[in-house]
């Protein structure tokens, strides 16, 4: 079966998959991973679960493996960030990889399904997965282990493993990134996908723009959202908002989106088409991915003042960005 084409559910072009892919998936009976049961990598509770041979629904790859990420404690509003990550990267065509939203009956748990992008079923050439930061922590020094890592060190690392087109993706995740205020693109939640050839060289590409879900306000408790609706307020949230990297080795350190993807902008000009495309999403689309949201019946609640500050917060962004992007 291979790898399958993230824009596979756009949001408005397939009123069918809309419908189905917004459908509770119940993952009480998928088998758990034998080797890796509890995912260990990052710090939310997850585990990487199996998909049945016979798939519930036909977004689903059978017997391809999903981790399945539990909505927990004070971050649980991080699956709707996700999945709303997800839908947006969707409809603007960037490569994210499907999230859905998901129900264990058993333990009563709900959480972010989120399709693992590689080990596909019956894939030509298997692929496997490296961090960017089993590179960069070459390059530590002193007690960080999240250093160095800045815009200007991950192009030349993926020109040195042959990737020309490291400027252009670069510029559509931090756009990206910008657009939802994603704060956490440390250097384990990037990196490439590494595969052998017949000749027994490796080719690379980059993965995904992976685990996406601090971001979009999830940490702003319910009776704070319409206080910082206030058109000053929300302003402010969007100003303090800084990505993990920073431009250079003169600036390694988190760097507000904006300014980041302007220095984006200033140093490679083709990078602002790739900006445009990000931020083409309209307001009507992202009117609809949150509508799709407020359909679930489920104990993490979406309500419908999340979904008024997230619309006014997707916006406030976007504004930003367009001052960028230019005509």
Avoid at 13 to 25: E, F, G, M, N, W
Avoid at 63 to 89: C, D, M, N, P, T
Wanted: with cysteine; charged share 25%.
């Amino acid at each position: 079966m291979g790898r399958r084409p993230y824009h596979l559910f756009p949001v408005q072009s397939d009123k069918t998959r809309l419908v189905s892919s917004a459908q509770l998936i119940d993952v009480d009976e998928w088998s758990v991973d034998e080797d890796f049961p509890i995912f260990p990598v990052g710090s939310k509770p997850k585990r990487l679960i199996r998909c049945p041979e016979r798939a519930p629904q036909p977004f689903l790859i059978p017997g391809h493996s999903y981790l399945f990420k539990v909505a927990h404690s004070w971050r649980a509003q991080q699956l709707w960030s996700e999945v709303i990550a997800y839908r947006i990267a969707a409809a603007v065509g960037l490569d994210v990889p499907p999230c859905f939203v998901a129900v264990d009956k058993r333990t009563a748990e709900v959480g972010a399904l989120v399709e693992f992008f590689y080990g596909y079923p019956d894939e030509a050439q298997s692929a496997r997965f490296v961090h960017a930061a089993d590179f960069l922590q070459r390059l530590s020094v002193g007690p960080r282990t999240d250093r160095p890592h800045f815009i200007r060190l991950n192009l030349n690392l993926c020109r040195a493993l042959g990737l020309d087109n490291a400027a252009e993706w670069w510029a559509r995740v931090l756009s990206f990134d910008a657009l939802i205020g994603n704060s956490d693109r440390h250097p384990e939640n990037w990196g490439f996908l590494q595969r052998i050839r017949e000749a027994g060289d490796a080719s690379w590409t980059l993965a995904p723009a992976f685990d996406n879900g601090t971001n979009l306000g999830y940490e702003i408790r319910e009776e704070r959202l319409s206080d910082l609706s206030d058109p000053i307020r929300l302003g402010a949230y969007v100003d303090a908002g800084c990505h993990h990297c920073g431009w250079d080795a003169s600036s390694d350190h988190r760097t507000p989106h904006i300014d980041l993807c302007q220095r984006m902008a200033d140093a490679f000009p083709a990078a602002r088409d790739a900006i445009r495309r990000v931020i083409a999403i309209d307001h009507d689309q992202i009117e609809e991915i949150l509508d799709t949201c407020l359909q679930f019946r489920v104990s993490v609640s979406f309500t419908r003042d999340r979904a008024h500050f997230i619309a006014k917060l997707i916006e406030a962004r976007r504004q930003r960005m367009l001052a960028i992007a230019g005509s």
